[in-house]
């Protein structure tokens, strides 16, 4: 099983799912299985990156795109009920850290929604560049945003230095991470500042399911990573629900404004995916799932045949098909049928909002 990604140490068996099924993070169920190991040293989560494993996730990334239901629409986040980019809300959330204006570049930009969303914040003021391994996003991008450079390829082929990094659910695929922040941190300039965002295990256990994503941070295994390579860490005093954002540096004058505290490490129930996963392979009612992330979809396909639809509030991804089944808007549901809901840090207040409607979770079964 090899060494902890993070800090070398040894590794043990943390979770083995029940099923063989997993899903990728653009949302397509994969016949795979699922093995978590935890380490003793620093208690990162991870995957094994045998050749095997990286086989199959390089795999997954030649079909590979993101935001494809909702024709690369960004992903939406519902605050008190209002719907939000989750790029607009990251900015909002670091605002006071980023400079206003300087050379932004955007690590693994897919389908560069992060850029757009700086674009529309600081407009000239900020002049854009993007990396991703991949050049498929290139010429849409060009075409949409005043893009002074698109970096196809390793980030050892870029040769200059930047105000603003960004990194936005990326480093949860890298396979060496440590060796990767060493590669950023060239490229960002003393002053710079390193905006980082990734999955948050404790609050969105699904995380585990998605078979591309190596690593499972907490805030506390995220920081430890991090804090090998860059001297100042801030987590921003607001949160993200099911999400930890950091703003690293180089230089600690250009990040002095009050961070949030540090929560204290704590124990994250894995296996409450395992439940999931068998209370859901045996269901064998006609049952509805809330939402088409990587949990939805991972719980659509446990149902199988017993799968009705999917039910989501996000309007471009209403009435396509996910998985062959249709996805619903909840006013348009039959509430008399159940709908299951995967457990995150969103659940109660979803709940409260869309009363009308039967949610089941794990914890009902």
Known sequence: MGRCLICGGALSPALQLPVRLAVTSDCHAVEEQVEIFRC???????????????????????????????????????????????????????????????????????????????????????RLYAQDISAAAHDRLKADLPIEWFYAGELSEIDRQFDVISMIHVLEHVPSPVEFLNQVKRLLKDDGVLLIQVPDLQETVFDAVIFDHISHFTQSTLLTLLRKVFPVCVVPQSKINNEITVVSGINARTLTASPRLESAPSPVDLQGVSRIANFLAHRSQATAVFGVAPAGTFCGALLREHLECFVDEDTNIQFKRHLGKLVLPPTQFDSSIPVFLPFNKNAPMIRSRLNYLRFITEEDA
């Open 40 to 126: 003793a040293a620093c208690g990162t989560l991870q995957k094994a990156p045998t050749p095997s494993y990286l086989s199959k996730v390089k795999e997954i990334y030649q079909t590979y795109r993101i935001y494809a239901l909702s024709d690369g629409h960004e992903q939406v986040k519902f605050l008190g009920g209002v719907p939000r980019t989750r790029s607009d809300v990251i900015l909002d959330h670091v605002d006071q850290y980023l400079p206003r204006a300087g050379e932004f570049l955007d690590i693994g930009t897919g389908s560069g929604v992060f850029l757009r969303a700086v674009h529309k914040r600081f407009e000239a003021r900020a």
